[in-house]
């Protein structure tokens, strides 16, 4: 008899099974676009060296943010790829998917000018539907995730020797309003004005490029970044590398 051929699905179901017995996590992340999906791409390799402690990690990234449905039954179009039009179902797929392993789901989101308490609750309040419930983080970009970069000038600097650092130099990170633009104003040529003037899909294109290049050069000691330690902590909590 030919042995039977395993898919993708039964090979995902497989590995969990082998990290609940080896106590590791596995971490599914959900952000809402590329220039996201970039940047915790190199801060998680930080965060968790998955080559020295076997966690491991698979990032998701979206076309936008989009808001919670109103009815969190209704489905929505999945070729929108909308993060937050989307989540009810995803987390409810995950915590039958997931039940049984190690594994936590982690949304990351920028908070833009929304009230963070209450976002949360509604998030929550979403999360409280799914039965079971996913093990899941939220955590938020205080204003949007190049706030993580603002943090930590000699990163910038590193990544960017001729950027302008007095645009940045001395701010709180998680207290700057504009923050990509307050970027943009280091490392453009004719600062956020210009780049503004470009638009869509330039913006995108610079936030992207800046994910690539900065990311990697982030000291998580040194950061500044409040919202940065929260998501960081979360992590290293529920991998089990701190209390």
């Known amino acids: 008899m030919q042995p039977r051929e395993r898919g993708p699905a039964s090979w995902r179901a497989l590995v969990l099974g082998l990290f609940r017995r080896e106590g590791l996590m596995h971490f599914e992340v959900l952000v809402e676009d590329r220039s996201g999906a970039i940047a915790l791409e190199a801060l998680l390799k930080k965060i968790l060296t ?3 402690t076997g966690h ?3 990032i998701h990234s ?4 989009g808001s919670i449905p109103r009815n969190l039954r209704h489905g929505s179009d999945p070729r929108k790829r909308i993060l937050l039009s989307r989540l009810p ?8 998917s997931l039940s049984t392993y190690n594994a936590v789901v982690v949304v990351v989101v920028d908070l833009d000018q929304r009230d963070c308490r209450a976002f949360k609750r509604e998030l929550v309040a979403l999360l409280d539907e799914c039965v079971p419930r996913p093990d ?3 955590r938020f970009a205080i204003e949007e995730i190049e706030a993580w970069y603002l943090g930590d000038p000699d990163a910038v600097k590193e990544a960017y020797p001729d950027a302008r650092l007095n645009a940045i130099e001395g ?5 700057v309003e504009n923050t990509w633009e307050r970027l943009a104003d280091a490392l453009y040529p004719g600062g956020s004005s210009a780049l503004k003037r470009e638009g869509y899909p330039r913006i995108g294109e610079m936030k992207c490029e800046w994910a690539r290049n900065i990311a990697p050069h982030v000291d998580l000691e040194r950061n500044r970044s409040h919202s940065l330690k929260v998501f960081m902590n979360g992590v290293l909590r529920k991998a089990g590398i701190v209390q």
């Open 50 to 52: 998955p080559e020295a």
């Open 56 to 58: 491991t990690y698979t």
């Open 62 to 65: 979206y076309k936008g943010l």
């Open 89 to 96: 179902g995803i987390l409810r797929g995950y915590g039958k």
């Open 136 to 138: 899941t983080l939220f």
């Open 171 to 175: 701010c709180m990170p998680d207290a």
